[in-house]
């Protein structure tokens, strides 16, 4: 049973398309979180949240948007993709805000044409 | 600013060898905590070892061990009798409590195990 779950695992997509991805964790944590691979393996948190409420939001275009509709879920919807938006894109929580490590998602790889 | 410096891009290591992968940090919080991360060619980020800025021992999980020296701002990974299976890309990352909680990471060294 995948503690961290992400889908789509793979997104192609066209330059100005939307596109969705939808992260689910079934291990009762309160916090959880979308970070960023590109393409030279450097990581980087985009946001962060607790109990439903964004604590970190890292000067990342307004273009993305998270949603949390439970503490349970966090979804990152973008619109207008450019070029450089592609990446892995990965889902984490943890057991709380400065509680415990992170559990990854198994990431989605995000391609934008 | 916190920072997180892995100064090693690529490592070879022969099979059974033990391997030290370099990370140094930089916070001006007292209170902070150190991990390491493994990401094998498949993708996921597999978590390996934590240590807290207040543990008196250095932590220790099966074949990995933390190099932890506190006045040097140093969090090493020591990983003894390397494997095949340990090759792969390791990511050090570190957690500042008064700052939101945020868990930064390295640039990460790719470790290959020669057979």
């Known amino acids: 049973d995948t503690a961290v779950s992400q889908t789509p695992k793979y997104l192609v997509t066209q330059m100005g398309n939307d596109k969705s991805i939808k992260c689910e964790q079934n291990?009762?944590?309160?916090?959880m979180y979308w970070y960023k691979q590109d393409s030279k393996k450097f990581l980087k948190i985009m946001f962060s949240?607790?109990?439903?409420?964004?604590?970190i939001n890292e000067t990342v275009p307004n273009r993305f948007s998270p949603k949390s509709p439970d503490k349970a879920h966090l979804n990152l919807h973008i619109n207008s993709l450019e070029l450089g938006d592609s990446a892995v894109y990965f889902c984490?929580?943890?057991?709380?805000?400065?509680?415990?490590?992170?559990?990854f998602g198994e990431g989605s790889r995000l391609t934008v044409l | 600013a916190q920072k997180i410096t892995q100064t090693q891009p690529g490592m070879f290591v022969q099979e059974k060898e033990a391997v030290t992968l370099d990370c140094t940090y930089d916070?001006?919080?007292?209170?902070?905590?150190l991990f390491w991360y493994k990401q094998p060619s498949s993708g996921e980020m597999i978590f390996l070892i934590y240590?807290?800025?207040?543990?008196?021992q250095n932590a220790t999980e099966g074949r990995y061990s933390l190099n932890f020296q506190k006045a040097r701002k140093s969090a090493n990974l020591v990983i003894s009798a390397s494997q095949l299976g340990d090759s792969a890309m390791y990511f050090c990352?570190?957690?500042?409590?008064?700052?939101?909680?945020?868990?930064?990471f390295g640039s990460g060294t790719r470790l290959s195990i020669r057979p």
């Open positions: 984490a929580s943890s057991q709380g805000q400065g509680i415990g490590e992170l559990f």
């Open positions: 291990l009762g944590h309160d916090t």
């Open positions: 949240y607790n109990n439903k409420e964004l604590i």
């Open positions: 916070t001006s919080d007292p209170s902070y905590g």
């Open positions: 240590q807290g800025s207040y543990d008196q």
């Open positions: 990352a570190m957690r500042v409590y008064s700052s939101a909680s945020k868990i930064i």
